[in-house]
């Protein structure tokens, strides 16, 4: 029996409570200042308009450990029908969901033509994987990028995902074997139809999976730059305990992945009170280990941010006295908070250079206003330096600049500002 649940569902705007466990024993982790949507470019008509901003501040439940933002901006909003994300374009993510795929299936010995469903499937990158391995897919994705996903053969609804979606899909596919929600189940103001619309649509022998940022890696590598307003959740694993102890389902195995820096994957299968993984307990000691339910832990982070953009600042103002081109590589959801918090503008960085299959080309970063052109640039400029704002693909990103002739200097900004020459 699941123990009396607290609202789960949250309205836009302030949150004075935490979304786990309804808590109001919540702690300031650091204040990001009012804030743009990350992935809200601007197009030059925009420039001349005014721009909403929100505050960003990540607080601590000290009850159940969740972090998390304390203002909620409506999903229709942050999730325009143009948003601009799109999982395929990046080698390093397709290639990421690929293996995601192959072992879930593995995992969880599922048999040929069950039913995967994907929640923000995006452009369905996670799904044809499933269906190369014999499975019937389905993704539920919001925005229109799920265009791309249905020109690839990838059947996809587009919509936010609730119980009425979820009745729909049971009604026309039947119950799903795995249901899949990556770099989105922290991300939903609606948590709590979302579980619900979980609890209905996986069969009884199912599993859902899901995978997110990790607070262990955000903490341990200052990774400020993950808090946006989509994401709403900063989970751990003691907290994702217990959230889905509120539920008919409980938390089996868990385990950490590379993924944007450092992310967690959960298997969620369906009952209360079900055997932990060896994996599990082990991480949940980790956890404990590492301080995470500890407030000093995240006095440090905070002094730690400090320093950072004041050492990432002052590089681009030396680089601006001496007459050096300070320029930007790659236009992730998470350099539009880095670049607002720090205080880089156009002035400072003059551009952002995006690969050429990138959405955001033509468009200008939420609140500072730097434009994002194609990245065949830094070829024939070669500035001074290149920050490689996507800096948890760094190895692949400088690579590959490198093998085009690109010859500046390279800095990673996190998780300590370095200079790389060579």
Not at 149 to 155: K, L
Not at 285 to 306: C, D, H, Q
Not at 351 to 374: D, N
């Amino acid at each position: 029996m699941a123990l009396i649940r607290p609202q789960h569902d949250f309205e836009p705007g302030p949150l004075n409570r935490c979304q786990v466990c309804g808590s109001s024993d919540l702690d300031l982790v650091i204040d990001l200042g009012h804030q743009p949507l990350c992935d809200s470019l601007l197009s030059r008509d925009q420039l001349v308009q005014p721009e909403t901003t929100y505050p960003l501040r990540l607080m601590r439940c000290t009850d159940c450990g969740l972090v998390q933002i304390d203002y909620v901006v409506a999903g229709q909003v942050v999730y325009h029908r143009s948003y601009p994300y799109r999982t395929g374009i990046t080698k390093e993510l397709s290639d990421h969901h690929h293996r995601l795929s192959v072992d879930v299936v593995r995992r969880h010995n599922t048999p040929v033509d069950s039913l995967v469903v994907d929640i923000g499937s995006n452009d369905g990158t996670l799904l044809k994987g499933f269906q190369r391995q014999g499975m019937r897919v389905l993704g539920i994705e919001p925005t229109d990028i799920a265009k791309f996903a249905r020109e690839a053969g990838i059947e996809t609804i587009q919509a936010f995902f609730d119980e009425e979606i979820a009745r729909q899909v049971v009604e026309s596919h039947g119950q799903a074997k795995l249901i899949t929600a990556t770099n989105v189940f922290a991300h939903m103001a609606s948590l709590g139809a979302v579980l619900r619309a979980v609890e209905k649509l996986l069969a009884p022998d199912g599993l859902f999976v899901i995978e997110n940022h990790y607070l262990g890696d955000i903490i341990s590598n200052v990774q400020y730059d993950t808090a946006y307003h989509e994401h709403l959740r900063t989970y751990s694993i003691q907290s994702l305990i217990r959230l889905f102890s509120f539920y008919d389902m409980s938390v089996v195995d868990a385990q950490r992945v590379a993924s944007y820096g450092g992310s967690i994957r959960i298997f969620v299968a369906r009952g209360g009170n079900l055997p932990m993984s060896r994996g599990l307990t082990d991480l949940l000691a980790e956890e404990i280990g590492a301080g995470l339910y500890k407030s000093e832990t995240y006095v440090a982070f905070r002094k730690n941010v400090s320093k950072h953009k004041a050492d990432l600042l002052k590089l681009a103002i030396t680089a601006a006295e001496q007459g050096k081109r300070f320029v930007g590589n790659s236009c992730p959801g998470r350099c539009s908070t880095l670049l607002n918090y720090v205080g880089i503008d156009r002035e400072l960085m003059p551009y952002i250079a995006e690969q050429p299959t990138s959405l955001k080309l033509g468009l200008y970063l939420p609140g500072k206003h730097i434009p994002v052109v194609e990245n065949s640039v830094l070829v024939e400029e070669q500035p001074d330096y290149v920050v490689l704002l996507a800096w948890h693909y760094w190895q692949t990103i400088l690579a590959g600049l490198r093998a085009r002739g690109v010859r500046s200097k390279f800095i990673l900004p996190l998780p300590e500002v370095q200079v790389i020459e060579n």
